[in-house]
């Protein structure tokens, strides 16, 4: 079998990438409350690892993850989420791409840690959120002075960012672990793994 | 009717046609510069145009619906930033300063987006991708999404039915994770299998460059939008440069 | 002209279908063949040889020799291969690829490269010549099974392939959709192409195919003339598997009903979509308990939607079900009734078929699981996986979970589609067990032979009204032959003017 992506791969690359799509709606549903936005970042995926260790199975072949990332990232674009998450879906699904290959694309602890390194790629959807922080606020100081903005920025530090993207990566890792019982559980014995 | 498609599957409507691509620059431009961009000078024009270029989509498309909400919205949260911030402290003025400023903020973008795929079809868009020289490892990959984001949704409801009858309630988070997700997966994995051998029995992975039936194309109202979008560009880096 | 030379196959991995052993056949250009046999005959498999997809999709251990006009296609790339041959499959929901009917009908055009202007001359002459206007421009999600297998095949005849592929296209289709198909086949036939179609339903092939292959166990058994295999007779056709080519072949007992003087009446059952079309509308319905009653009635009849509503699934309609001691509304009815869905891959949720009977018990007990599994012939596949399981097999496990719910009415939807003889006989030995045991049944079928084997009572719904209902005595079986003897042999230009 060549290594070059065949028909079939990018089908069933298109295939996940709705399921992974339909999940993040679901979740994202809950996020008209806007104080569960943050908790996307954990949710997502949590519940996205199911799908998302069913698809590895099926990645034997460069490529595959990397342009499930890049996918993602057209569509948040589409949607209007911003540019973010497809630069950073580039860069982490290059990275899974790499972790994945030194694993010969058989290690299933590998592929645990590639859940984690893909689900940063979410984080694009915060991005501009920190972004659009430093600007922000720079327009309240004129309206309502330094001390006022002083402490609303005790609410959303600098760093906050660094504790989001660990979230995106620590809930991936248990998504991928999910997944993985989940693929024992059913998929492997159902025979579809 | 059930299908909850991402874009859309016909055309509904050809009054003054934009090409896909002219819409994602108008969403790329509207987000970037809205979001991210700072004040003073060209801004001051650039971004009430820009948020405003949404409603005027939405209006000449029909969709006064969204056009309402849209507006309604923004105009909630800006007075809501006005009157309620002075008013209130702590924990819960820093939640409404953070939505009331999220939402000014990303509306537009958003609002842009619903206009996106709510005018344009799956064929459309997967024309101008083509036509942009996108390679065939995105397009084939991005067209399937498309078309199998239905069909989760066709598969959920049905799971979901069968739940509901064989009377399996709310027990424990993680079984009704496992209930609803399994079974979706075991069904997708066999349909795309089906699907991949349908397609490849079509002549799909063929190596020449397909063609595609689909009309899209520049006209005289994509220019005018993509002036519009220049100049936003033009505001966001000027504003950058200066401070 | 098509070759296989000593063929014998065997799928890399352990599926349910089997491989194929020492398979000599000659196909000439423009022949039709039939390929036929049980379940797991082979068919499926010989098909997939022809079109490519072994072993380019389906990967195992392939001996001998498939050659198109000389040239050997399993060493073709599937792209060149598809070239020459069309395949259309049993399931019209999973063969589109596209969202639109218009890009789907072009989608093989495309795919090869041809010139925009080529394609778009070859989707009008397709459309043109299959009548399909009235479903351009429109989602495929909108519509029907006939009507997405329509496209399938106008799909597949816009690339031109001489040769034509067709894996149990009817298994999914009522009787007017495979009218259409058969129409359709005869066209093909006239323009000179090869087909090979593999299929359960006999009767619609009647006068098209030109020579029978009779499959069994991998193996081609026997290679019939359509002389010799029309005068075989219903019997032998019997004994070797095969369902009847003609209606009116049909050999059957009538059923008696279990006696009971209880009734059900049904009452108020209406329900419409959103754009207000009403779908159906019934004010009162009346079944005695303990009746096994058969729902037919054109696609689009409101048939599904009558089930899915007796069973409590659709919220927006009332409705009442009036037993001997209450009256039940929406949501009893969801407790006492237990349908058995088309896909079964809907409704089965763990990781071992006695798992899956437990779940249905409100109080778990695993002797009587063990029971329930051991009446249907499942106890020893008790630890297995019920996704693992063949389709019959998943079907069981859902009866014995409708069975652990104690429930009084169980409904089926289209169990035997696609289904040979001798697993149709199956179920309809498992139903009448259900109706031994005292339940109600419904089912909705669009197939006569299974009617004859277990209902007892039919109800005959056509745009949302229930337009007639009978035992299934003398009378009522001739009434219902009647019915499906009708769409069957509806003259041809008629046919294709209704839309489903």
Redesign the interface.
Known sequence: MNNK????D??????F???Y??VLMAVAMLGYI??FIPLLSVLVPI?GG??FM?FLTKVKKF?MVW??A??MG??M???????WVLPIGIVTGLICELILKSGNYASSKKSVLVSGVFSMSIFGNYL??F??RD??F???RSG?GNEYVNA?TN??PEWSWLLLLAACFISGIAGGLLGKA?LK???K????A | MMANEILQSVSTGKRFKLDPRTKMLMVITISTVIIGGGNGGLMNIAKPLLAAVPLLMLITSRRSRAAIAYTAIYILCFAGERLLVPITSGFLNFLIVACCGMLTRFLPGIMMGYFLVTTTTVSEFTAAMERMHMPRQITIPLSVMFRFFPTVGEEMAAINDAMKMRGITFANPMRMLEYRLVPMLMCSVKIGEELSAAALTRGLGAPVKRTNICEVGFHIQDMFAILICIFGFAAFFSSRIIS | MIELRQVSFRYEQARQENGLRDVNLTIGDGEVILLCGESGCGKTTLTRLVNGLIPHFWGGDLNGEVLIDGVKINEMPLYETAKIVGSVFQNPRSQFFNVDTDSEIAFGCENQGLPEEEIRKRVETNVKQYSLEPLMGRSIFELSGGEKQKIACASVSACDPDILVLDEPTANLDARATAALRRMLLLWKAQGKTIIIAEHRLYFLRDIADRIVYMNQGRIETVFTHENFISLGAEKLENMGLRPLSLNELQYHIKQPVQTNENLVFSDFRFSYKNGKPVLDIDKLNISEGASVAVIGHNGAGKSTFARCLCGLERKCGGKLLGQANVKGRKQRLKCCFMVMQDVNHQLFTESVLDEVLLSMEEENEEQAEEILKGLDLQELKEQHPMALSGGQKQRVAIASAIASKREIILFDEPTSGLDLRHMREVAANLWQLNAMGKTVFVVTHDPEFILSCCTYVVHMEQGYVIAQYPLDTNGTARMLSFFQDTADKPADLEGMVMM
Do not use: C, D, R, W
Not at chain 1, 5 to 8: N, P
Not at chain 1, 10 to 15: Q, S
Not at chain 1, 77 to 83: A, E, S
Not at chain 1, 189 to 192: M, N, T, V
């Open positions: 992506l065949q028909a079939k990018l089908i069933n690359v298109g295939i990438s709705a399921i799509l339909v806007p104080v519940v199911i799908p069913l490529g342009i499930m890049i996918i057209i569509v674009l589409i949607l209007g989420m911003g540019v501009p959120m972004i659009a600007s922000y720079e327009t309240m309502y609303l609410y959303m989940v559980k059913h998929f014995k159902a025979g579809i």
